[in-house]
């Protein structure tokens, strides 16, 4: 069984009956009947007023927002650990046209409003160095931690008061809320998020992500679609884009499918409560693992990625539920 | 019945059906088993060695080919009509960080080697002009024109003579190796093509394109590979797209599915020959249409675009064949 | 005697002048006291407020002016004679991150507004074309005629009314003033114009060239000092720069040679009515000359550019007035 | 008397004179008799083939070598204190479209092989991460001190072995060879530099750098070339620029202007080595001094920057000898 990333999982049912029912003619790109139905399905979801955005990858999606939070001359606070600075080969330079990422460091791959300060008090107010503009966080964040309504708004305020934007890399955001049990409001636009990376695809979706856009940051979605078409993002049969996100809202898939892989990583914790290296808060646990020990899971058929020295990573996705996993969270346990 | 763009179409049954078969767990991005037989099978149909890259629009794959071939400060010459020029946003000079198109004429937004020396003469060796790198052309033209091979290669003698790149957009490729009845080989790189942007998306699939590269263009790839991710197209469940382009090359389904369209664009043509705008070579039909007449197409049920003052654009889908269009050829042939 | 370019007339004495008075310790990039007074002596020669930087070439000064108007996914309207499309390598592009130039056509290298809302007009209102957002006209044109000040009210009207910028590059700006009389406002704000690339390399200096910024368009100094940093255009002696633009305002040196060199290419075209290609309007004049012709000048010891089949161009710098240059007047009018 | 920065320095009287002597008629940008003399001024003084760019300001230069050593999407390695990462708004960024900066760290601001390697060791060799292309130090760097021959040779060595280009940043060059006493060979080309931004401005000259390419590098200059034009870097009186650097070459001035600045760095140092924060290797000392004995210096007439909590920088110009510092260095020694 493998546990390298909830993005080797297969998509789920609902999804590929969505595309199928999809399957028929309308209008290219996104003036389709489905992509009109999305701004009002996660208006509903959040709400509040959203302008919503498809496209085909976090990456994009991540670029895209901050493209429109930042210019090419401005600086964008992340954590270290963040995708958007180790994982995407400098899209957001690519499609910002070159503003930088600032790394600041944090307990669970988190920043909190005391760090950001302090990267940004570093930066001269003058033009040798590049301003800062934005602010990117991650929920949950790389090392399946989730920021609390409280965190994410500490932080949301301190954007604020600096005229900064605020993105959130929600790649995993339906696990931060369904550990969190709040309103998806309450860790976005209530608390500051001015653009949110809704992931689809680690969650059970083949290939659609969505940009929200919230408050005044509304204003910014013209140009983001003239980013998107220009980034080669405007997929001519969008529709199925769409498709698959309306199947991931309807009826809270998109959160029973986060449920299920969270309660996988829990049981796996629960197994292994001494192993910890994060506590685990979503779908991914962060376990200390000798090589012997990590042979030997292997040998028994569990495949997982190692994370540095003497640690390992193991996701789970939507279809490794509490039961699925339980032979995974006995062989630890009996280690 | 709708006759505004391949683009309009369904996903034909062989590739939802290759989607599902896809739905397994398998290594991401571009790491899976489905991704990894994509070199093979366009080799095998292009009788040479290819390099083949996913991605999930034209756009995506034009921008990128033509940043591998021509560098910032320089120079691609193109139809004034080009899909790269019109209705890209601007795509390539993004991608190729700032190259400019210069832009030709010729009969059936077809470019030759004459039009093409001239707009090349134009510019002086110097760096105060951006120097040409690169010809693109498109195969089916945008007015649904074909370049027989011989056409190619001279286009193609030229580009090597002049150390050049040459790009072929391939939207519509299929069409027109359906209508010349040629090996895919004779129109590519036997006639001095590097690359080839391979459409599928117009031609009944879902998201997937493919950018093949032949020869020395081969070595460009790892570049590409590294640029696909930096512009967000590197999918993280990639094997849903060489799922696509798979089932498109089986059993030549790719063909029977333009030979289908262009079938259909024949019918309306015989029914129309002296409206014809251009010869229809492969799937789209450009017929001059009174305002009146137009207005009685449609009020019959048959939709398309006005193609400027009295003319329109009527393009056929692989699920428009022959049989399907005879409605509409009629009514044409009734004005 | 070189008839070439004004570019490779000497630097005048009153600038070398200023350069030695300058030499002495002062503050670095643009924080000194010569940097300081240039909105104040552009606000007095403008009669408004002024924003200036100052830059080191006449294509930096376009360019920044030009990203400061327009996104990298717009387009901007100019000439296809323009300096920017013809002679800067690509340098709008560079600076806008990829914005195109949508070129017109009109006599003497001058456009108006009806071919400005010709070219807009073919751009389709949707993602898929770069919009329109600024209109670059040069003063003196290319072709060595001006625009009244009405020429550029009306455009400046039609730029109004569409929400577009509108930049000058006034490469030869002196030039146009010395030869219509009117104030620098007239052709300037007062004509609806953003930004102003003010020349004075061409006109006697040796490295210095200014960006005014007029109205609202101040608000943009901010970003274009970033811009101007970025772009390595922030030198750490600029005081060196402000100097020979100040110099070059003082006791009207601009005007005075631009006086002069009108003056010399007025002499020339009087000696050859009947060659002329464009009215003469300020330091360029092009005849129609044969080769055997032009080598007979040549072999008197004058030298230009040949100017396309049958033509010639000839420059006159500030050091060429009517004195200098009778004996190619005469020389011609011998022909 | 001011230390803040050799920037603030006048120009050296043999600048102001060779821009007198060079004040003729001559072809514009770099066709002229001085742009055409620097390539073999330079290969004379690096004792191997050089060729030789002038740009105006080191950003420029760095920028410029940087673009043409490493791709959008590479990394460049350099310290944490880099003038390329620190002040200038991200120029290198924009000239590489995109390309990162990977920070390091070590003594005086100096980079080692061992940094270098632990640096590299972190990156993923896969396309998500931005894999390294060339890593640039500054020689003297930001804290006044030399990399010896060998030290550049051994990161010379590292970077062969790697296949990455090596930069150097010689904004101090004339510093840093007047301390080692070496050839200029010997720690650039002979120790695996591929260029070098050769600096001027903080010499003594005005307004002029020059990007100096070795062996393979070479190659390069073509590229450079089109990329200065589209910076804007290309001025049209490029004549001027030469002037001063053959200036600063002819008879040593160079190197004279460099040893009377060490000179008078060398003098504050000795009044104060207790204070010493770093060793003082070339035109820059930083001390430790408490902000009343800051403010007793500034009382007496000596300005500088403060450098942190406690720490103060003094920078000393071409002409700031020995004998010009004296005052200062009694002042400190009297603290």
Known sequence: MR????????????ILEALARANSVDTAYDGDALSARLDAAFSDLFETEVTALWVSTGTAANSLALAALCPPHGSIICHRE???QNDECGAPGFYTHGASLLLGTGEGAKLDPEEIS??????????HQMQVHAVSITQASE????????????????????GWGLHMDGARFANAVAHLGCAPADITWRAGVDMLSFGCVKNGAMSAEAIL????AREKAEEIRFRRKRGGHLLSKGRYLAAQILAMLEGDLWLDNARAANAGAALIA???????????????VFIRLSSEEAAGLRAKGFDFYDWGEGEARLVTGWNQDAEAVRPLAQAIAAL
Not at 143 to 161: K, N, Q, S, T, W
Not at 271 to 283: F, I, K, S, T, Y
Request: aromatic residues 8%; negative net charge.
């Open 118 to 127: 302090r990267i940004a008090g570093a930066i001269r107010d003058d033009v």
């Open 213 to 216: 856009l919230f408050g005044d």
């Open 82 to 84: 963040a995708h958007i």
């Open 143 to 162: 090392y399946g931690m989730a920021y609390a309504p409280d965190e994410v708004a500490a932080i949301g305020d301190l954007c604020r008061a600096k």
């Open 270 to 284: 629960e197994a292994a409560p001494d192993r910890l290296v994060h506590p685990v808060e979503a779908n991914e």
């Open 3 to 14: 546990f390298f990333s909830d993005n080797a999982a297969p998509v789920c049912p609902e």
